[in-house]
């Protein structure tokens, strides 16, 4: 069985100020083109901040504009305008978290390089088919492999495109100045560009801050989550005792210490309630 | 800056030639096969289709081998680094023949595709078959529109493979703990790791209500093992690489080992399109592939074996000749099983955090059931596994239950549907049917024009019945382990196992199985298929471990004939 001894040695709250720092992007205004090549307009960056905060809004923490969605899309855009594209960063490992010492199952002061700053080349399918998502049918030479039985595939940035258009001709005083209610109510007209601007929009919230999203971790943060934990990971083993030391602030075997930081609500109560009850037995 | 780091190709002796044998993929029955035959010293070319997340996976010096896989979920799991693109390789599905030509196009229990193969992804647990799974043929009878089938093998046949395999790739587990396990003529390697949380709580249910969990045997380091570390429970294993090689996946473990011999050359993002064959189609005389390039090569070897899954094995021999190469007996593609996955969520008012550790540690056999006996239908072992990360969370809230901006929010605080929740899931027995197949899709075409797979695929009553039955007991071991919620998700619409077995069913008849007892295809003196395509039945239990047993089995009867155990390398 695992030794439950308090001998990590980074806490949580350490580690929550780890995590910011080594995540330290620059937070650009959300309405402002981050430097090199953009596709992005500045009125299109402006109505995409305002439906990643109608994703994710801000209140005490930040929402999905500040979290830095609006440059996490950029970034994935204008992949292919980098060698290698920016669509699979490297690893094994962020500089977020130290290596575990050679022995007395505590982590060291050593801390690895940013793997995951270094983008991956791809081989010729994943070329295919990011460039197919991306540009879509009509922007790959020969189109998709199945538009003459499927239907051509619209890219994303298409989708991003005409989603923001279309908007904009709905809504000419700007969806700045709808409520939520009715933000969504004009989004359930544009299915395809509101699926794609949520998948976006979490993506860019919880995503690791490389990608460009998730400013300083604080996604992670907002749902009380380490992130990414190599190379030291929650547990260290020792040989010296012949088993295992667990960190006692993110416990494997053990319950979290302290109090739950946020409960259950009574919404949510009532909700999984509802749920549960509505399955089969 | 970004910079470019750009895996090697080609591994391996890059100097060879000749070959004695060329094996198409490199999963864990290819990779098991390969580490027999290079063990014995024959020449094998290994081609795969996917990347290579490796670099330097052919240096004996383990400070030198390094990987891409890490803990990162857009690219393992949103941006499929290493799954297949659904618009450039999808499959196609219906639920039956009359159903037309299709009803769904897009994912269809796809694999993983890389180096090492699917288990890259997997948390490898590593239970090993019962006794009574290599002979449901005889022991459940004729059962109306199943085939089920008595395996070439019997448990005692492979006990001793099974023996080796778990020493040479390293799994963990605790002596006795499954009364429902066979025989052992060896301890586990190393003892159980750290357990999860949740994992106990759900045990603790579970044996209130008199089952028997047990520590999940797993290929994963407890200890330092053969140059490794022991896994540190980082969190992000099922569904993702590991990025210490703490997880025995054929990569890190056989696949190495065969390259470490100096006996085999791996090309990857090497695709193979074609088996030629002579005129009389009584022997291969090549396969044929797209590189890197996207150019067509061939590439030639006295003996070759099929490693790419049940799947891709059978679409081959289509691609190959459109009666099916092998297919005398007019099996290949058929006999097609998946798990039958039950799944039963349960949700704790308080946090259990399943989302650290090793995705799974924890799980019982009492479901697995008796041959024949009514009140113990044959259903699977039953694994308590944890749920999503965070992007996944966030997807469910709003994909499953529609919740967007303050609610989503306040749920991502919460996490119910992370911190709060474990799933644990049976793989039940699936009963083989011979119309449930691959063939290639009429009109559907991947990147390269080529048709895709078709499968055809709908349950037997067999295995319904058996998730009726269990469906409710698991919903009560939740609830004794202290759920807040408890209930069973509908089952997939088209499943998601990625547990995929038979296509080349091995058996001593010529006339109702595609492949002998060696592995090799009764039609061919010079094709063999290896791992799960052989699997006459699916059993209830995961795998990994008895693909690499089968592989190893395969390997080793091609190197000795009459006396497989002799050519089993050491462990
Ligand atoms: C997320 C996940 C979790 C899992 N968890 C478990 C678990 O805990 N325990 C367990 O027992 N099992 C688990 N599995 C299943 C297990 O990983 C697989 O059953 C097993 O790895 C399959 O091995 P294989 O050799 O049959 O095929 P694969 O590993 O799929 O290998 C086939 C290889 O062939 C390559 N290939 C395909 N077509 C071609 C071609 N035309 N030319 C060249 N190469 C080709 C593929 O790229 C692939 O690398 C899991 C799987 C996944 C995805
Ligand atoms: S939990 Fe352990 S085996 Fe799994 S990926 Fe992390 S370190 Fe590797």
Redesign the interface.
Known sequence: ??TKLPVIGVSRREFLELTALGAGVAVLPAGCASSGPTFLTGTERSTLAVLAD????Q?KQP?GAALGVVDYIERLMTAFE???P?????????NRNPY?AASGGVASTQYPAD???????L????E???R??LYGSVGVPGG???DA??GP?KGMRDILRDGVAALHAAVPQGIGKLS?NDL?LQLLHLADFRALM??LT??G????PE?GGNKGGE??Q????????????????D?VL?D?R?NPN???????PGP??????D???A???S??SS??? | MATTTTNPKIIGNQSLTQFDVLIVGSGAGASATANVLTAAGKKVLMLEAGVNGYRNLDNSDWSKVSTNFSNDELKLLFRNYIMPHQEIEPRTYRQNESAGDRTYTGEVNSMPKTVGGAAVHADVKTPRFAPNDFKLGTLLGPIADANFADWPWTYDDLEPFYSYVEKAIGVQGLDGSDPFAGPRSSTYPMPPGVPMYAGQLISDGAKKLGYHPFPYPTAVTSRPYKGRPACNDCGFCGQYGCPIHAKCTPAVTLLRDALLTGNLQLQSETRAVKILTNASGTSVTGIQVIGPDGKLQTFTADRYVLGMSPIEDARLCFLSSTAGIGNSSGMVGRNLTFHFQTLAAGIWNQRVHGHRGRTVTHGISDFRGTPGDPNHPMGGVVEFGAPDNVIGEALDYFNQIGLIGDRLKASMRQSPLRDHLMVITMHAEDAPQVTNRVDLDPAVRDLDGLPVPRITYSNHKFELDARAFYGPKMVEILQMAGTQWAFVAPADPISISRHVFGTLRAGTDSTTSVCDATGKFHDLDNLYGTGSSLFPTSSGYNPYLTITTVGTHVGATMVSPDSPLSALPAA
């Open positions: 069985m695992p109608h994703v994710l809004p209140d929402g980098f060698t290698p920016r669509i699979f960063a490297d690893g094994p490992f962020s575990p793997a995951f700053v270094n983008f991956l080349p081989d010729r399918v994943q295919a088919a990011w197919l998502k998709g492999p199945n039985v499927l595939q939520s969504e949520v998948q979490i993506e919230c919880f995503c690791a990608y996604g992670w907002i749902a009380h989550f380490q992130g990414d934990t190599q190379p030291l990971g929650n547990t260290i083993y040989p012949s295992y667990e993110f416990p494997v075997s053990t319950i979290d739950d930081p946020e409960p259950l609500d919404q949510t109560i909700l999984f309630t749920i549960a399955q089969a037995p």
